[in-house]
């Protein structure tokens, strides 16, 4: 077993980089550490582990608290979804607001406060994790529009958000009967909407009878349909990206980071093209595929002729290869890219 007193010294002076622990994001994460040679051990059921060529700490951590985190500086860098920060945010957005309602703070010290934000800035996306929140309602019931929520039971692992979407939702509607001046002043108590916090399998809550509605995530839909239920509307779009804490501990380290981590998403995306075309017909080429930034052009050993090496997108490598062909390119190549730095 591992002495916590020992893990606690050894984290002194390294970057910590939280990572999502399980679920959706987990694989994809370890895929892309491994392609920046981040090399770790990781202990069984340990959830801290030391980089070994980099001054760096791993915290395996649920996506859902990875905002929190590196929101409030505890930790450097972290893997999460887009989503999960929106949450974060609206969460710590809610509790000044209810800080303000209570007197606690001024209205000025609130706004001060939401200009800082979840704390949270990112990096890049990371191009995985694609998804989008949605309301959802039982596809033969008798909801059809969001509004046709207000005053229901939702069900949701975001409360959050969706405390703050019915909130706008409501104020919308209410909008139109009365101006309040105080935009969604005091939603966390006055709200309508009922909000039923879940932690998992959300979409069983209609069939249930435990909510009306649900927000939750799609990606491919297969949940929603086998669930007999249908999108409304879309809170938010989420893929995963790579966050920073405000202030991290050694930015130069994270930059280090960063880039590694672009050069492999450029890697998985793209692949390197190579073929033999005649000079004349080059300019024609360089329009189907123009690369990143341009093709890279060497004369060959033959009158008139030249190879041509280019980056293409490989969801649009096929089209590309039938059209260099159809103009007359010869030889083309295709190799994969292991590795790539801007
Ligand atoms: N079906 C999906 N397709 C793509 N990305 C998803 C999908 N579901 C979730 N995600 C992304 O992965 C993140 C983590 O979701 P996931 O359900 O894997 O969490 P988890 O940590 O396993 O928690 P839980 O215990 O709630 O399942 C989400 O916030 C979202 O960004
Ligand atoms: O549109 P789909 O491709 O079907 O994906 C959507 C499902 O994926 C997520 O859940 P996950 O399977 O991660 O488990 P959970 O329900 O326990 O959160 C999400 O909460 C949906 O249930």
Same mark, same amino acid.
């Given at each position: !077993?591992?002495?916590?007193?020992?893990i606690?010294?050894?984290l *002194?002076?390294?970057?910590?980089?939280? @990572?999502?622990?399980?679920?959706?994001?987990?694989?994809?994460?370890l895929?892309?550490?491994?392609?920046?040679?981040?090399?770790?051990?990781?202990?069984?059921?340990?959830?801290?582990?030391?980089?070994?060529?980099?001054?760096?700490?791993?915290?395996?951590?649920p996506?859902?608290?990875?905002?929190?985190?590196?929101?409030?500086?505890?930790?450097?860098?972290?893997?999460t979804?887009?989503d999960?920060?929106?949450?974060?945010?609206?969460? @710590?957005?809610?509790?000044?607001?209810?800080?303000?309602?209570? %007197?606690?703070?001024?209205?000025?010290?609130?706004?001060?406060?939401? %200009? $800082?934000?979840?704390? #949270?800035?990112?990096?890049?996306?990371? %191009?995985?994790g694609? #998804?989008?929140?949605?309301?959802q309602v039982?596809?033969?019931?008798?909801y059809?529009?969001?509004?046709?929520?207000?005053?229901?039971n939702?069900?949701?692992?975001?409360?959050?958000l969706?405390?703050?979407?019915?909130?706008?939702?409501?104020l919308?509607?209410?909008?139109?009967k009365?101006q309040?001046?105080?935009?969604l002043?005091?939603?966390?108590?006055?709200? $309508?909407?009922?909000?039923?916090?879940?932690?998992?399998?959300?979409?069983?809550?209609?069939?249930?009878?435990?909510?009306?509605g649900?927000?939750?995530?799609?990606?491919? %839909?297969?949940?929603?349909?086998?669930?007999?239920?249908?999108?409304?509307d879309? @809170?938010?779009?989420?893929?995963?990206?790579?966050?920073?804490?405000?202030?991290?501990?050694?930015?130069?380290?994270?930059?280090?980071?960063?880039?590694? =981590?672009?050069?492999v998403?450029?890697?998985?995306?793209?692949?390197?093209?190579?073929?033999?075309?005649r000079r004349?017909?080059?300019?024609?080429?360089?329009?189907?595929?123009p690369?990143?930034?341009?093709?890279?052009?060497?004369?060959?050993?033959?009158?008139?002729?030249?190879?041509?090496?280019? !980056?293409? *997108?490989?969801?649009?490598?096929?089209?590309?290869?039938?059209?260099?062909s159809? =103009?007359?390119?010869?030889d083309?190549?295709?190799?994969d890219?292991?590795?790539?730095?801007?």
């Amino acid at each position: !077993m591992a002495d916590f007193d020992s893990i606690d010294s050894s984290l *002194e002076g390294r970057l910590l980089f939280a @990572v999502p622990k399980k679920g959706r994001l987990n694989q994809a994460a370890l895929n892309l550490l491994e392609g920046a040679d981040i090399q770790f051990r990781r202990e069984n059921r340990l959830d801290i582990a030391l980089v070994k060529n980099l001054p760096i700490a791993l915290i395996f951590l649920p996506a859902a608290d990875i905002p929190t985190f590196v929101g409030e500086g505890q930790v450097d860098l972290g893997i999460t979804g887009w989503d999960q920060v929106q949450e974060h945010d609206a969460g @710590v957005r809610a509790l000044y607001r209810a800080r303000r309602v209570s %007197g606690e703070i001024t209205p000025e010290e609130e706004v001060v406060q939401n %200009g $800082r934000g979840s704390g #949270c800035e990112t990096v890049l996306d990371l %191009g995985f994790g694609g #998804c989008k929140l949605q309301v959802q309602v039982p596809q033969n019931g008798v909801y059809n529009s969001p509004k046709d929520l207000i005053g229901k039971n939702i069900g949701t692992s975001f409360v959050h958000l969706a405390r703050k979407y019915f909130a706008s939702l409501e104020l919308e509607v209410d909008a139109a009967k009365t101006q309040t001046g105080d935009q969604l002043a005091g939603f966390t108590s006055k709200l $309508r909407t009922k909000i039923i916090e879940l932690s998992g399998s959300v979409e069983a809550a209609c069939a249930l009878g435990v909510a009306d509605g649900i927000v939750d995530l799609v990606e491919s %839909g297969e949940t929603m349909k086998a669930a007999g239920l249908k999108p409304i509307d879309t @809170v938010v779009e989420s893929s995963a990206i790579l966050i920073k804490s405000r202030k991290p501990s050694n930015p130069e380290l994270v930059e280090l980071i960063a880039q590694r =981590i672009r050069g492999v998403i450029t890697a998985q995306k793209y692949v390197l093209c190579q073929y033999n075309i005649r000079r004349t017909t080059l300019a024609d080429a360089s329009k189907i595929a123009p690369g990143k930034r341009a093709p890279t052009v060497t004369t060959l050993d033959e009158e008139g002729w030249v190879a041509v090496s280019v !980056m293409v *997108e490989k969801k649009k490598l096929a089209p590309i290869m039938d059209e260099l062909s159809k =103009i007359g390119a010869h030889d083309i190549l295709v190799l994969d890219i292991k590795n790539s730095r801007d």
